[in-house]
């Protein structure tokens, strides 16, 4: 993880999730509960100053663009982008490993 991660107290993180600096898993202030915080699915890729907000769940392997702000659940393998994100299609990076077969 990257320096400067700020993360609410709900937030959740999979594995292998890699997440640039000042990055804020942060809350809408319109939700309470124990999901008011995003759920970050496995092997995605949060770009830097990248702010998802609320209850939202970024799906695994999905990629958010750097400085995006998230307010709507992001599909697995999918690419957010843009200061309200919109969805761009397939992703482009990963970290995790390929599965290789022969």
């Excluded at 958010?64 to 659940?73: F, K, L, M, T, Y």
């Amino acid at each position: 993880m990257g320096v400067g991660l700020c993360g609410g107290e709900t937030s959740v993180i999979g594995e292998d999730v890699s997440i640039w600096h000042n990055v804020t898993l942060g809350s809408t202030r319109a939700e309470s509960g124990l999901h008011r915080h995003p759920r970050i699915g496995s092997g995605a890729v949060i770009g830097a100053r990248a702010i998802p907000l609320g209850g939202i769940a970024i799906g695994a392997n999905a990629n958010i663009a750097a400085g995006s702000i998230v307010v709507a659940d992001v599909p697995s393998g999918t690419v957010a982008v843009g200061a309200k994100a919109m969805l761009r299609g397939p992703v482009r990076v990963g970290f995790a490993p390929v599965k290789r077969t022969r």
